[in-house]
T-cell receptor, first 110, second 115 residues
Framework: GQQVMQIPQYQHVQEGEDFTTYCNSS?????IQWYKQRPGGHPVFLIQ?????EVKKQKRLTFQFGEAKKNSSLHITATQTTDVGTYFC??????????FGQGTILTVHP | EAGVAQSPRYKIIEKRQSVAFWCNPI?????LYWYQQILGQGPKLLIQ????????DSQLPKDRFSAERLKGVDSTLKIQPAKLEDSAVYLC?????????????FGPGTRLTVL
């Protein structure tokens, strides 16, 4: 079945530093979605990418979808303490099934 | 707009007991999902409903897990009998429709501990 791998598993940064997490799928994806989960919370939808090579920005967050639609990345510029949490990518099928990666746990030191 | 509701929030049982979780999706959402999230891992889809029909249950351990959405609104997930490895957070999510482009909204989850 489809597998989605995400690296790194953990990332510790100083406030103000940048952060990137990478996602790779074993199969070509219909779309890729990104979620954020705060400690003790539930996943919250951030964004969906559908087109090959697509790049989307949300304030300090930049999301990319690879040309082959098998990989993606999330980059945060100048991290803040409010960015703390686990970031998940999820590969989507045409009928809405999501396969989540293991997540990257981001810690931001003030 | 009210979010996805789940109950109970926490449940502790002994192995071989049975347990049931309830989910009420966002009003008007036709698609409902149950996920299992083991500590340190991403959510894993157990079952996906479109109204009261099953779209995908390929990862549901059917020898012990069952789920229903009889009227196409709220849903129940049952485990009988529970095993130690079932300790996890059970997340319910809903979306307007099926297919890419439909954002999934997650409920707060039920944290299950099996002793």
């Amino acid at each position: 079945g489809q597998q989605v791998m995400q690296i790194p598993q953990y990332q510790h940064v100083q406030e103000g530093e940048d952060f990137t997490t990478y996602c790779n799928s074993s199969t070509t994806l219909s779309n890729i979605q990104w979620y954020k989960q705060r400690p003790g919370g539930h996943p919250v939808f951030l964004i969906q990418l559908v087109k090959s090579g697509e790049v989307k920005k949300q304030k300090r967050l930049t999301f990319q979808f690879g040309e082959a639609k098998k990989n993606s990345s999330l980059h945060i510029t100048a991290t803040q303490t409010t960015d703390v949490g686990t970031y998940f990518c999820a590969g989507g099928t045409s009928y809405g099934k999501l396969t989540f990666g293991q997540g990257t746990i981001l810690t931001v030191h003030p | 707009e009210a979010g996805v509701a789940q109950s109970p929030r926490y449940k502790i049982i002994e192995k071989r007991q049975s347990v049931a979780f309830w989910c009420n999706p966002i009003s008007g959402h036709a698609t409902l999902y149950w996920y299992q999230q083991i500590l340190g891992q991403g959510p894993k889809l157990l079952i996906q409903f479109q109204n009261n029909g099953v779209v995908d249950d390929s990862q549901l351990p059917k020898d012990r897990f069952s789920a229903e959405r009889l009227k196409g609104v709220d849903s129940t997930l049952k485990i009988q009998p529970a095993k130690l490895e079932d300790s996890a957070v059970y997340l319910c999510a809903s979306s307007l429709g099926v297919g890419s482009g439909n954002t999934q909204y997650f409920g707060p989850g039920t944290r299950l501990t099996v002793l």
